[in-house]
Protein backbone atom coordinates (compact mmCIF):
# COMPACT_ATOMS: atom_id res chain seq x y z
CA UNK A 1 0.00 0.00 0.00
CA UNK A 2 1.75 3.05 -0.99
CA UNK A 3 1.27 6.30 1.30
CA UNK A 4 1.25 9.61 -0.29
CA UNK A 5 1.76 12.79 1.88
CA UNK A 6 0.12 15.88 1.78
CA UNK A 7 1.58 18.79 3.72
CA UNK A 8 0.39 22.64 3.91
CA UNK A 9 0.23 25.99 5.63
CA UNK A 10 -1.88 29.19 4.88
CA UNK A 11 0.95 31.65 3.49
CA UNK A 12 4.19 32.16 2.35
CA UNK A 13 6.10 33.34 5.85
CA UNK A 14 4.89 29.87 7.64
CA UNK A 15 7.24 26.70 7.01
CA UNK A 16 6.25 23.55 5.85
CA UNK A 17 9.70 21.48 7.24
CA UNK A 18 8.18 20.30 10.44
CA UNK A 19 5.29 18.84 8.50
CA UNK A 20 7.12 17.27 5.81
CA UNK A 21 9.50 15.69 8.29
CA UNK A 22 6.52 14.08 9.66
CA UNK A 23 5.21 12.49 6.92
CA UNK A 24 8.14 10.97 5.69
CA UNK A 25 9.21 9.53 9.05
CA UNK A 26 5.76 8.18 9.07
CA UNK A 27 6.57 6.03 5.83
CA UNK A 28 4.87 8.70 3.15
CA UNK A 29 6.80 7.58 -0.25
CA UNK A 30 5.78 10.98 -1.82
CA UNK A 31 5.21 13.76 0.01
CA UNK A 32 3.07 16.61 -1.97
CA UNK A 33 3.00 20.45 -0.54
CA UNK A 34 1.82 23.66 -1.32
CA UNK A 35 1.51 27.26 0.50
CA UNK A 36 -1.97 27.78 0.46
CA UNK A 37 -5.13 28.85 2.27
CA UNK A 38 -7.05 25.89 3.00
CA UNK A 39 -10.60 27.03 3.47
CA UNK A 40 -11.24 26.21 -0.10
CA UNK A 41 -10.29 23.52 -2.18
CA UNK A 42 -10.05 25.99 -4.92
CA UNK A 43 -6.01 26.75 -6.54
CA UNK A 44 -4.64 23.40 -4.64
CA UNK A 45 -2.80 21.99 -6.86
CA UNK A 46 -0.68 19.67 -4.87
CA UNK A 47 -3.70 18.43 -3.24
CA UNK A 48 -5.82 17.73 -6.23
CA UNK A 49 -3.10 15.99 -8.29
CA UNK A 50 -2.95 13.57 -5.24
CA UNK A 51 -6.13 13.17 -5.94
CA UNK A 52 -6.26 12.77 -9.28
CA UNK A 53 -3.75 10.15 -8.87
CA UNK A 54 -4.74 7.67 -5.57
CA UNK A 55 -5.28 4.54 -6.15
CA UNK A 56 -7.12 1.53 -4.44
CA UNK A 57 -5.51 0.36 -1.25
CA UNK A 58 -3.58 3.88 -1.43
CA UNK A 59 -3.03 5.77 1.89
CA UNK A 60 -3.08 9.69 2.30
CA UNK A 61 -1.29 10.99 5.14
CA UNK A 62 -1.68 14.72 6.62
CA UNK A 63 -0.34 15.74 9.79
CA UNK A 64 -3.79 16.79 10.99
CA UNK A 65 -6.71 17.09 9.39
CA UNK A 66 -6.94 21.17 9.31
CA UNK A 67 -3.86 20.99 6.97
CA UNK A 68 -6.34 19.07 4.42
CA UNK A 69 -9.16 20.91 4.86
CA UNK A 70 -11.04 23.87 6.85
CA UNK A 71 -14.84 23.00 6.36
CA UNK A 72 -16.44 20.17 7.01
CA UNK A 73 -18.31 19.81 3.59
CA UNK A 74 -14.42 19.96 2.10
CA UNK A 75 -13.50 17.16 4.47
CA UNK A 76 -15.98 15.12 3.48
CA UNK A 77 -16.12 15.67 -0.23
CA UNK A 78 -12.09 14.47 -0.12
CA UNK A 79 -13.26 11.62 2.11
CA UNK A 80 -15.76 10.80 -0.06
CA UNK A 81 -13.54 11.21 -2.94
CA UNK A 82 -10.64 8.72 -1.36
CA UNK A 83 -14.08 6.38 -0.41
CA UNK A 84 -14.67 5.50 -3.95
CA UNK A 85 -11.51 4.97 -4.81
CA UNK A 86 -10.66 2.43 -2.88
CA UNK A 87 -8.47 4.66 -0.65
CA UNK A 88 -7.85 5.71 3.35
CA UNK A 89 -7.09 8.93 5.18
CA UNK A 90 -4.69 8.70 7.89
CA UNK A 91 -3.23 11.92 10.33
CA UNK A 92 0.17 11.08 11.80
CA UNK A 93 -1.05 13.45 15.22
CA UNK A 94 -4.76 12.22 15.43
CA UNK A 95 -5.96 9.08 15.59
CA UNK A 96 -7.31 8.95 12.38
CA UNK A 97 -7.96 6.45 9.88
CA UNK A 98 -10.92 5.67 7.61
CA UNK A 99 -10.59 2.58 7.06
CA UNK A 100 -12.04 1.80 10.49
CA UNK A 101 -15.32 2.78 12.34
CA UNK A 102 -13.75 4.46 15.16
CA UNK A 103 -11.09 6.88 12.62
CA UNK A 104 -14.18 8.17 10.76
CA UNK A 105 -16.44 8.99 14.07
CA UNK A 106 -13.20 10.52 15.00
CA UNK A 107 -12.54 12.89 12.15
CA UNK A 108 -16.25 13.88 11.47
CA UNK A 109 -15.44 15.19 15.29
CA UNK A 110 -12.12 16.88 14.56
CA UNK A 111 -14.28 18.00 11.49
CA UNK A 112 -16.67 20.05 13.38
CA UNK A 113 -14.21 21.60 15.61
CA UNK A 114 -12.28 22.71 12.65
CA UNK A 115 -14.94 24.19 10.86
CA UNK A 116 -16.05 25.97 14.51
CA UNK A 117 -12.44 27.30 14.78
CA UNK A 118 -12.68 28.85 11.57
CA UNK A 119 -15.91 30.68 11.87
CA UNK A 120 -14.68 31.58 15.46
CA UNK A 121 -11.89 33.47 13.96
CA UNK A 122 -13.34 35.28 11.29
CA UNK A 123 -16.12 36.27 13.83
CA UNK A 124 -12.96 37.84 16.38
CA UNK A 125 -11.43 39.48 13.35
CA UNK A 126 -14.79 41.17 12.20
CA UNK A 127 -15.62 42.10 16.05
CA UNK A 128 -11.34 43.68 15.69
CA UNK A 129 -12.41 45.20 12.57
CA UNK A 130 -15.61 46.83 13.70
CA UNK A 131 -14.10 48.28 17.15
CA UNK A 132 -11.06 49.80 14.94
CA UNK A 133 -13.42 51.76 12.54
CA UNK A 134 -15.92 53.10 15.57
CA UNK A 135 -12.16 54.41 17.08
CA UNK A 136 -10.97 55.54 13.83
CA UNK A 137 -7.93 53.63 13.54
CA UNK A 138 -8.92 51.15 10.77
CA UNK A 139 -10.07 52.54 7.41
CA UNK A 140 -10.09 49.53 5.12
CA UNK A 141 -6.92 49.11 2.61
CA UNK A 142 -6.41 52.14 0.18
CA UNK A 143 -8.78 51.72 -2.97
CA UNK A 144 -7.02 50.26 -5.71
CA UNK A 145 -9.16 51.66 -8.63
CA UNK A 146 -8.62 55.71 -9.97
CA UNK A 147 -12.57 56.17 -10.20
CA UNK A 148 -11.70 59.22 -12.36
CA UNK A 149 -9.70 56.41 -14.89
CA UNK A 150 -13.42 54.85 -15.20
CA UNK A 151 -15.16 57.84 -15.43
CA UNK A 152 -13.07 59.33 -18.23
CA UNK A 153 -13.20 55.95 -20.33
CA UNK A 154 -16.56 56.00 -19.88
CA UNK A 155 -16.97 59.11 -21.06
CA UNK A 156 -15.15 58.51 -24.54
CA UNK A 157 -17.94 55.71 -25.07
CA UNK A 158 -16.30 52.72 -23.77
CA UNK A 159 -18.23 49.92 -22.14
CA UNK A 160 -17.33 48.25 -19.20
CA UNK A 161 -15.86 44.89 -20.59
CA UNK A 162 -13.12 47.38 -22.74
CA UNK A 163 -12.55 49.65 -19.86
CA UNK A 164 -12.41 46.49 -17.21
CA UNK A 165 -9.60 45.31 -19.61
CA UNK A 166 -7.78 48.28 -20.02
CA UNK A 167 -7.29 48.54 -16.25
CA UNK A 168 -6.55 45.29 -15.00
CA UNK A 169 -9.71 45.09 -13.33
CA UNK A 170 -13.11 43.29 -12.53
CA UNK A 171 -16.60 43.82 -14.61
CA UNK A 172 -18.18 43.98 -11.74
CA UNK A 173 -15.95 46.60 -10.18
CA UNK A 174 -16.45 49.10 -13.64
CA UNK A 175 -20.22 48.58 -12.72
CA UNK A 176 -19.97 49.36 -9.56
CA UNK A 177 -17.72 53.07 -9.72
CA UNK A 178 -19.92 53.84 -12.40
CA UNK A 179 -23.36 53.24 -10.32
CA UNK A 180 -21.58 55.16 -7.14
CA UNK A 181 -20.87 57.72 -9.73
CA UNK A 182 -24.50 58.43 -10.45
Known amino acids: MPTYGYARVSSSDQNLTLQVEALTRAGCEVVRSEKVTGTTR ?26 LARSVADLQDIVRMLKSKGASLKATEQPIDTSTAAGKAFLDMLAVFAEFETNLRRERQMEGIAKAKAQGVYRGRKPTIDVSQVQALKDQGLGASVIAKRLGIGRASVYRVLERQV
Open 42 to 67: EGRTELSTLLDFIRAGDILMVTRIDR
